[in-house]
């Protein structure tokens, strides 16, 4: 089965950059999608096609992709920024939806 | 403002099928390009996608569970409806109904989620 592989954890300190990668075959050709989940929490979408971001979302979430892996990218690490972290996209055929194994930030 | 809610049984035995509704309110499913989504979580674990259902009442279901799962909407309630058979206790799970954004094509509305667990 189709598979977008994330690293399980990201530690990073206050004010630093942190970059959570997702990988796949396809991502190439189908776009990527971030979302954020705090604890007893419902996800929240904070990147949507590979790069763009909802309004509302703060300035420093940023995506990029190259290749086969996809980056979402924390600039100035905030307290409030942990949680995890979920990556989503699409199988070749654009119509059945994967989510990555998700990654914990943890901000020392 | 958009809003979506999961309801159904909290508890439910090995074999026996789950029903689970989620009701929306802020946009309809008989508008051109809304579709919504089923998607659940194992405690501590990662998100795992079910099932879609479109405003045209196209379907589509994760390869791994399409055989147990059935998606259905009833537009003049404003529902959208999953059934699962076969239940395990590996079903043990949070699920989620969210919306997917026309413009965005992601997941941008997420019902508050139902804890679900099965076991005997």
């Known amino acids: 089965s189709y598979e977008l592989t994330q690293p399980p954890s990201v530690s990073v300190s206050p004010g630093q950059t942190a970059r959570i990668t997702c990988s796949a075959d396809?991502?190439?050709?189908?776009?990527a999608y971030w979302y954020q989940q705090k604890p007893g929490q419902a996800p929240v979408v904070v990147i949507y096609k590979d790069s763009e971001r909802p309004s509302g979302i703060p300035e420093r979430f940023s995506g990029s992709s190259s290749g086969t892996t996809v980056t979402l990218t924390i600039s100035g690490v905030q307290a409030e920024d942990e949680a995890e972290y979920h990556c989503?996209?699409?199988?070749?055929?654009?119509?059945?939806?994967?989510f990555g194994g998700g990654t914990k930030l943890t901000v020392l | 403002q958009v809003t979506l809610k999961e309801s159904g049984p909290a508890l439910v035995k090995p074999t026996q099928t789950l029903t689970l509704t989620c009701t929306f309110s802020g946009f309809s499913l008989t508008t051109r390009g809304i579709r919504v989504s089923w998607i659940r979580q194992p405690p501590g674990k990662a998100l795992e996608w079910l099932a879609r259902?479109?405003?045209?009442?196209?379907?589509f279901y994760s390869k791994t569970l399409e055989t147990r799962l059935t998606i259905s909407k009833d537009t003049s309630k404003n529902q959208v409806v999953l059934t699962m058979t076969n239940m395990d206790p590996v079903d043990t799970a949070t699920y989620f109904c969210?919306?997917?954004?026309?413009?965005?094509?992601?997941?941008?509305?997420w019902g508050q989620g139902t804890m679900v667990t099965v076991s005997s």
């Open positions: 396809a991502l190439p050709i189908q776009y």
């Open positions: 969210a919306r997917i954004a026309y413009y965005s094509d992601a997941f941008d509305i």
């Open positions: 259902i479109d405003w045209d009442d196209d379907k």
């Open positions: 989503q996209s699409a199988d070749s055929s654009g119509t059945h939806v994967v």
